[in-house]
């Protein structure tokens, strides 16, 4: 790879994740304390937490599966590797520090139990062996963390992906698999009661559905590799941001739905379609972009991505807690919370992977006592060995 791909590459890619990051926590920002759409207060006084959300949806949950996907497919294209090694390899990625993660959140999360008077519940909750197996297999324990092991699922997968890198025209495989997991998750929801299955269920259906990504992942790096010029490229993004504009309006009218009755409600029909096909014309936007002059600090700033998803929903309840007995307008207390939400958990990012011992939760660092993580040790010990002179 030359260097001038290298650096294409690192721009409007890491200019992706960084949006990603960004659109997560504005997402989780928007709820009041109680995760609704301020439902308590009047509705002109929902229309910016309500708008806010709308528009960092472009780059949700959806987008970051996306970004995750392009990347393996795109890291594979570079250095092949054998199945068990590349699944191995993700499994201590992203594995190991959800494991991590969520028994922090299963704990940590009695603060804010506490703080807002349902701690005993939350304590009886922790005593039951389901629980636990539900935060270990769905990602339960606070609600971000279903990302790491549907990801890793859906990576599972990743070999069938390829044959859309030879025909890009797969990834409209997108909408057929899209459909199939609404058809499945409302028959779902309509016809089981037991809440454990639903969720169960509920989750293989969406890791079916959500296959497509990879489908479209892959056929993006197939359209990379042909190496678009700058007038091709432009016009892909001019008409991939005319398509996210289109969606975008659709998007608008379930706004403004939330805002009148209050809350966020689930996504059907056209509505649904709209949220999760409007992250693949985004990132086409992105890669429209590609011969953008993007700074290059950009992808110094991405590795921190990873950190700040897994960090800023404890900010947050400590944000509520604090800030639960002063009241601001819905959108003071929204900007507010985002500003301090980004600020803490980019600030954690860079000082945890200063840290050995801790950079690897947030994948920036070797796990502990592996043959990586020695190898650093030792030359650090190295460099601090050598004397100063001069």
């Known amino acids: 790879m030359t260097t001038a791909t290298k650096s294409i590459r690192m721009n409007w890619l890491d200019a992706a994740r960084l949006s990603a990051a960004f659109s997560i926590i504005g997402i989780h920002s928007t709820s009041d304390r109680m995760g609704k759409a301020f439902a308590d207060f009047e509705v002109h006084e929902r229309i910016f937490p309500v708008l806010m959300r709308t528009v960092s949806e472009l ?23 054998p199945y068990g090694e590349t699944m191995l390899l993700q499994a201590k990625r992203l594995l190991i520090p959800f494991a991590v993660w969520t028994v922090f959140y299963a704990f940590f999360v009695l603060v804010k139990a506490n703080a807002f008077g349902y701690l005993d519940p939350m304590v009886d909750k922790l005593s039951m062996p389901e629980t636990w197996l539900n935060y270990f297999l769905l990602g339960t324990s606070q ?12 990576f599972l997968f990743h070999p069938i992906f390829k044959l859309a890198l030879k025909q890009p025209l797969l990834g409209l495989m997108i909408v057929p698999f899209l459909a199939f997991n609404l058809l499945m998750s409302t028959w779902i ?59 975008f309006l659709i998007k608008l009218t379930y ?14 029909g056209m509505i649904y379609y709209a949220h999760t096909l409007l992250p693949i014309f985004l990132i086409l936007v992105f890669f429209g972009s590609q011969h953008f002059a993007w700074p290059e600090k950009i992808s110094n700033w991405s590795k921190y ?9 404890a900010v947050i309840d400590v944000i509520d807690i604090v ?12 900007i507010f919370k985002y500003a301090i939400t980004l600020s803490v958990v ?28 020695k190898e650093r040790a030792r030359k650090n010990k190295e460099s601090l060995a050598v004397p100063v002179t001069g």
Request: charged fraction near 15%; proline fraction near 5%.
């Open 323 to 334: 800030m639960r007995d002063h009241q601001m307008a819905p959108y003071q207390y929204v």
């Open 143 to 154: 609600y971000h963390m279903h990302f790491l092991p549907t990801i890793f699922l859906i």
């Open 59 to 81: 780059a949700s949950t959806e987008f970051f599966i996306l970004v995750s996907l392009f990347l393996l497919a795109f890291k594979l294209e570079r250095r092949p590797m």
């Open 189 to 247: 929801w309509s016809a089981v009661s037991d809440r454990t299955t639903i969720e169960y269920l509920a989750r293989v259906s969406k890791i079916l559905g959500y296959l497509g990504y990879g489908f479209a992942a892959y056929s993006m790096v197939g359209l990379w590799q042909k190496k678009f010029d700058a007038e091709v490229s432009k016009k892909i993004m001019l008409f991939t941001l005319l398509v996210v504009v289109m969606l």
């Open 255 to 268: 706004a403004a739905t939330s805002i009148n009755v209050g809350k966020y409600l689930p996504r059907i």
């Open 346 to 373: 980019l600030s954690f990012s860079m000082i945890i992977s200063r840290i050995p011992w801790l950079a690897w939760t947030i994948g920036l660092g070797p796990l502990p006592f592996s043959k990586a993580w």
């Open 305 to 313: 991505t990873f950190g700040t998803y897994l960090m800023h929903p």
